[in-house]
C-alpha cells in the first residue's frame, strides 16, 4: 500500500469514527478511537529537519570501540586491550581479536587509544526536579521548572551519569521527554510523589494551610506532584496507587524526620505499621518495592517490619539495627554528603540545626554498612544547588573515605543497578545495566586514564572522551 492509499484508509477509519451510529462503539470508546486515527495519521507526517525519533537514533547503528581497557562494573582489575562493537542499543561483541564491521555511513570507529572503557554512572537517589529550582520555586511554575530540569538533565547525562532513580517529585514528564529523545538526559527511575503525613518530612505546606480536611481541596505542592499527604492507611494506599497508575518504578515513604522540611524533628517517627504496610501491599500488589527515607534505629525498625526494601540513608543507625539490615537483606541507599550541603543552610535555621545533627553520623553509617557486608547502594541526595551538582562525580570519588576506588565505581555501577532491578515489571528499562558484557545495554564512558587508580577521574567530566547512553553518542572528543 503506498501512502496516498494508506493516507485514504485512515481519513475513512477517521470519517467512522464521527459517524453518531459507530456500532458498538460508546461516545467515549469512539472519542479514543478518533484519538488513535488521528495518531496515525499523524505518524505519516514528515519529520522536522534534524529530528529522528529514538528507535532511529540507535536503529542498525554500529560502533566499534578499539584498543579499550574494560572496567566492566563488577571486577576490580581492567581487562586486557580489547574491542567492543555496539549495534543499536545494546553490547553486541566484546574480543581480544580485532573485530571487522561493514564501514557503512551508520557505522562509527573509535580508536580507544588503551583508555578505560567502563560503564555508564548511576546516581540511586536523585531529585531530578528540585535541583536547580530554589526551595521557593519549587512549587511555583511548572513550565518554568520542566525546563530549568530538563537543561540540568542534560548537564546530568554530560557528566557521564547514564542513569538516575528519582526519589521524589514530579519527574514523569521530564523522563518521557528524555525517552521521546526530546531532551537529553539519564535514564530516569521515577518515584513520582514523596508520600508523607501531616508534619512529615516532605510536607513544606505552610502554617496557614492548616487544618487540612481529609478529602478537601489539595495544597500546590501536592497538585504538581512535588510531595502528597496521606493520614491514614487508606489514604496511603491510594496515594502509592496513583504513583503506580502515573509510571513509578517504585514507591517513596518517608518513615521519620528529615532535615530540610521545615515541622519534621530528626527523631519523630511518621507513618504508623498499618499505614506503611499499606504502601508494601500497593507496591507489591504491581510488582514493586517501597524505599523509605529514614536516619533513626525506630524509624528504620519500623519500615523494615513493614515490608519496606531499602532504607533511605540510614545515617543514624545503631549496630543492632544494623544487624538487623544485614539478616534480612535489607538495601541501604546511602550518600557520602559534602559538608557544603550542611553549610548551604543559614546558621539558626531549623534545617541547620537537624543537618548539624545528621552529619556526624555519615562515617559511623558507612562504618557500619562496611562491618555487616550491607547491600549497600550509593547516591548523592542534592538539593536545590546546581553548583553542588557539578561535583556529582566528585561526591562519588570521596567514598575513597571508606572503600577502594574499584568498590566505590562497583557501587555506582552494577550494584546500583542491582537495586534497579527490584522493580521487577516496573522497571522502565528491562536490560542489564551498570556492566560492560554481551547483551548489555550500550551506556558507555570511555575515560582518559585508569579510574581504578585514580578515581578523581570521574569528578571531572573533562576525563569522559566519549559518552554513549542506550547505544547513542553524546559526546566525542576523539571525532576528527
Known amino acids: 500500500m503506498n501512502s496516498k492509499e494508506e493516507s485514504s484508509t485512515l481519513c475513512g477509519l477517521m470519517t467512522a469514527c464521527k459517524q453518531k451510529r459507530l456500532s458498538g462503539l460508546s461516545l467515549v470508546s469512539a472519542a479514543i478511537f478518533i484519538g488513535l486515527c488521528q495518531a496515525g495519521l499523524a505518524q505519516k507526517t514528515p519529520e522536522a529537519p534534524g529530528s529522528a525519533p529514538p528507535s532511529t537514533l540507535t536503529g542498525d547503528a554500529v560502533t566499534l570501540f578499539q584498543n579499550v581497557r574494560i572496567f566492566d562494573g563488577k571486577n576490580a582489575a581492567l581487562s586486557d586491550p580489547a574491542n567492543v562493537l555496539v549495534r543499536g542499543n545494546q553490547i553486541e561483541r566484546i574480543s581480544p581479536a580485532p573485530i571487522a564491521v561493514d564501514r557503512s555511513a551508520t557505522t562509527s570507529i573509535i580508536d580507544g587509544g588503551g583508555r578505560t572503557l567502563m560503564p555508564g554512572l548511576i546516581d540511586a537517589h536523585w531529585h531530578a526536579m528540585l535541583i536547580r529550582a530554589t526551595p521557593a520555586q519549587a512549587f511555583g511554575d511548572v513550565g518554568y521548572n520542566n525546563l530549568l530540569a530538563g537543561d540540568e538533565a542534560t548537564d546530568t547525562l554530560m557528566r557521564g551519569f547514564t542513569t538516575v532513580r528519582d526519589v521524589g517529585g514530579p519527574a514523569f514528564g521530564l523522563k518521557q521527554a528524555i525517552d521521546e529523545g526530546i531532551v537529553k538526559g539519564p535514564r530516569i527511575y521515577p518515584s513520582g510523589a514523596m508520600i508523607t503525613i501531616t508534619s512529615g518530612h516532605g510536607d513544606f505546606r505552610k502554617l496557614t494551610d492548616l487544618p487540612r480536611t481529609i478529602g478537601g481541596m489539595l495544597t500546590r505542592m501536592e497538585l504538581i506532584g512535588g510531595a502528597v499527604i496521606a493520614d ?66 525506630a524509624a528504620i525498625q519500623g519500615a523494615v517490619a513493614a515490608g519496606v526494601k531499602c532504607i533511605e540513608h540510614a545515617t543514624l543507625m545503631d549496630e543492632a539495627t544494623a544487624k538487623l539490615l544485614a539478616e534480612k537483606g535489607i538495601w541501604v541507599s546511602m550518600q557520602p554528603l559534602p559538608d557544603a550541603l550542611r553549610l548551604g543552610f543559614p546558621v539558626g535555621s531549623v534545617q541547620r540545626a537537624k543537618a548539624d545533627e545528621i552529619w556526624p553520623g555519615i562515617a559511623r553509617s558507612y562504618e557500619l554498612a562496611k562491618k555487616y557486608k550491607l547491600k549497600t547502594a550509593w547516591g548523592t541526595d542534592v538539593l536545590f544547588s546546581r553548583a553542588l551538582a557539578q561535583q556529582q562525580g566528585a561526591i562519588l570519588a570521596s567514598l575513597v573515605r571508606w572503600y577502594t576506588p574499584a568498590e566505590a565505581l562497583i557501587m555506582a555501577t552494577s550494584t546500583n543497578a542491582e537495586l534497579l532491578a527490584l522493580s521487577g515489571k516496573r522497571n522502565p528499562y528491562p536490560g542489564k545495566l551498570g556492566v560492560v558484557e554481551q547483551g548489555a545495554f550500550a551506556d558507555l564512558l570511555l575515560v582518559d586514564g585508569n579510574p581504578l587508580d585514580n578515581i578523581s577521574l570521574v569528578a571531572d567530566p573533562k576525563n569522559f572522551t566519549v559518552i554513549m547512553k542506550d547505544g547513542v553518542i553524546y559526546k566525542n572528543a576523539l571525532a576528527k
Open 232 to 297: 491514614s492507611p487508606d489514604e496511603v494506599r491510594v496515594r502509592t496507587r496513583e504513583q503506580l497508575m502515573q509510571g513509578a518504578s517504585q514507591v517513596k515513604l518517608t518513615a521519620g524526620g528529615g532535615v530540610s522540611s521545615p515541622f519534621s524533628p530528626i527523631d519523630v517517627t511518621t507513618f504508623t505499621g498499618p499505614e506503611l504496610r499499606a504502601a508494601v501491599e500497593a507496591a507489591e500488589n504491581w510488582g514493586t518495592y517501597v524505599a523509605a527515607h529514614a536516619f533513626t534505629p
